[in-house]
Structure formats: C-alpha cells, structure tokens
C-alpha cells in the first residue's frame, strides 16, 4: 500500500535505507516515516485554509497557493472519520495511529517465514480484501467521489468482520487509497466527483483474525478515459507486474523485480517511480523484505517458500519523480503526468508463488487492448509508444 520515502526522511528517525542494508523496507516501505517526519513544523502549524468556501456546496480547496503540479485539486471538507466496531479485532495503531509492532529494528535478513496456520490466514485476508475492492470497483462511475467510494470500502470491511487497514494507520485519515490521475499514491477521498476521462487507482487493504491483505488496481473512469494515451498507461503498468510475478519462486533475489519491471516500461517510453517499493505483509501491514520497482537496486534478501511480501510498481508518462500535496500524503508526478499501479500480494511456494489477491471471473476492470497506430514510417505500435516521447 504505501511506500519508501526519500533517505532523507529516513534518517531523520535513525532508520537506514535499503541502499545501506539495515532496514528491509519494514517501516521504510511504508509511508510511516515520511508521514511522521516529512515536515515537524507541518504538524505544529497546518497550512492555513484561505480559500473562500463554495457557498452552494460549502467546498474549499484547503491548499490555494500550493504549486500544484497537474490540474487535480482536493475538495474539502472531509467527511467525519468513520468508527470500527469494537467487536472486530484491531491493528495496533487503530487508536493512536502508532504502528509500534513496526517500528522494532528488524535484522537485514530477518523476514518472516509463515508456518501453514498463517499461510490460510493470508489467504483468507486476501480472499476478502479482493471481494471489498471489487465491490468499490463496481461503483466506479462519472460523478460518484472517492468519498464515497470510501464509504463503500468502509461498510464492505465491516461486514467482512476486518478492519480497513490504511485507517488511522500514521493518522492516515480514510479506509482506502484513491488515487486519480497523476496521484502516484496515497491520495486521500474527498469530495472531487470523478470525471469522464479520469484513471483512479484504489488500493485496499484489510486487517482480518490479526494478517492484513494488500492489493490495488487502475481503473478506467467512464469511456472517454479508454484513450490511446491512458491504455497504453494502465496496461503497461498492469503487464509490468504480470511480468514480475513470473520471476517469483524460491531462489529469486528481492532486487531481481526491478530490473524486469524498468525494463518493460522503458520499452514502453514510461517511467517508474522509485520512492515507493513493494513490501513484506502478514501480521504486519508492512514489513521486510524491500522490494523495488526499479532496475540496479540494492535490495536484500532471497525469496523462499511460506514469505509473503507485494510487488506494486508505479508507472508514468512522463517524469519518475514525484513530490507531495501539503496534506502530508498525496504524492503526485513533479510535470503533473498521469500515473498507474497495480499491486498483489503474493506468498512464495515450493515451486513458484501463488497470488493471493487474484482476480476473480466476474472481478470488475480487466486488461484492455492496446489500440494498434500507424507511425509516421509506417510502422506498427501499441498505443502511446509514437507519441511517448514527446509527453
């Protein structure tokens, strides 16, 4: 679900990248860090609110004089944080927003091998985290906001007796991610109406008999989002991790991913974003080992059978760099380029690895085909692939 930040950030809390073999990502893969220590004075004093409110609909863009970086906004007020039931079992960091099981210093070598008990807990957890994130697809329409595609997240966690994951974890506001358009992660629902035309990304997690499931998908809004431009996006991203998951099995090294996903996606005149990574996930909503996107990384580690862990690369049209709303957690493409993800949360067996979150039959979204273009020479390419390089 969430991903590494800058070194910076890192040491800030006396926590080590990857690059310097100390921290599998556990914390660092997640936004936790970032969240804590991405500006101290920032949660001292919030920007100030001097938008006018829209006196129709009492709506204010809480950040006017930010440099936005592409043409979203965010609509506020949020709505109200949503309440668990105290019957269902809660993370650590439900009341508190500390994720204090994850901020033990983990060994650089030290990822957590499930025994089967374990193994069934993760699949049940990712069995329903797929039920709740294809309901939310199902609702995904022109005019409906990721407010209430919250909303629906929220009920559906309930009555699968889980605890939505992302909520209050590092006082992260809402139960899902739903991030649209050159929101690269992270993004928080508010009460923006998707539009015709728009990409949203919904990354659900659940928190289920104490394992959490991890996954997340792009989906088309409305058919004036079925462009060239956009499916050669989302189908780029969508087959860069197909491809990772090929290479799991035992043997395979964590920084091995990478290498594939980059080159898929140069291939296809993209980009991949290298603040976030993949993660470990069972008890722990992140944990080690690391696993980048990107090609040359120092990662560390051996996947071996009964280890779970994400593979979620972050593919764009344009720049790799990203940079984040004041909201502490939107993180957005630096030229304002549209961005997709795809995640699954895998458990590596005897001799490959199961995916966890797979789609079901009638699970809504889906591979498009990429429209074949003519070039100026005559040649035959997918999608974008002419035009990329100018974007």
Request: glycine share 8%; with cysteine; proline share 8%.
């Amino acid at each position: 679900m969430f991903g590494t930040r800058q070194r910076k950030l890192l040491l800030l809390t006396g926590l080590l990248q990857e690059e310097l073999g100390r921290l599998p990502c556990a914390l660092a893969t997640h936004k936790t860090v970032h969240k804590t220590n991405g500006n101290p004075l920032r949660n001292l004093f919030p920007p100030k609110v001097v938008s006018e409110l829209d006196p129709a609909n009492g709506q204010f863009n809480p950040f006017p004089t930010f440099p936005f970086t592409g043409s979203l906004r965010p609509v506020y007020p949020l709505s109200p944080k949503r309440t668990v039931p105290k019957s269902i079992r809660y993370p650590d960091y439900a009341e508190d927003g500390n994720p204090k099981s994850e901020r033990k210093f983990v060994g650089r070598n030290n990822i957590t091998i499930l025994n089967p008990k374990e193994i069934e807990a993760m699949r049940k957890v990712s069995r329903l985290g797929r039920e709740v994130l294809d309901i939310i697809a199902r609702e995904i329409k022109p005019g409906v906001t990721t407010d209430y595609l919250d909303e629906v997240c929220h009920k559906a966690c309930l009555e699968r007796d889980s605890y939505p994951s992302p909520l209050n974890y590092v006082n992260f506001p809402k139960s899902v991610c739903t991030s649209v358009n050159e929101v690269i992660c992270h993004g928080i629902p508010d009460q923006r109406p998707l539009q015709d035309g728009d990409i949203v990304n919904i990354d659900v997690t659940l928190y289920h008999n104490g394992f959490h499931g991890d996954l997340n998908e792009t989906y088309y809004v409305g058919p004036a989002a079925l462009t060239p431009t956009n499916i050669h996006l989302v189908e780029t991203t969508r087959q860069c991790l197909e491809q990772a998951i090929a290479l799991v099995k035992p043997g395979m090294l964590f920084r091995d991913p990478g290498g594939v996903i980059e080159k898929h996606a140069k291939a296809k005149n993209c980009g991949v974003v290298k603040t976030y990574c993949g993660h470990g996930i069972n008890s722990l909503f992140h944990c080690a080992p690391n696993v980048p996107h990107y090609a040359k990384n120092k990662a560390i580690g051996i996947a071996k059978p009964g280890m779970c862990f994400t593979i979620e690369p972050m593919i764009t049209l344009g720049t790799y760099k990203d940079k984040t709303w004041p909201d502490d957690w939107t993180s957005v493409t630096q030229d304002g380029s549209r961005t997709a993800q795809f995640e699954h949360t895998l458990l590596v067996t005897e001799t490959g690895c199961e995916v966890l979150t797979a789609r079901l039959e009638d699970s809504p979204g889906g591979p498009v085909e990429m429209p074949v273009v003519e070039s100026v020479n005559g040649e035959k390419k997918h999608g974008a692939e002419q035009s990329a390089t100018v974007l």
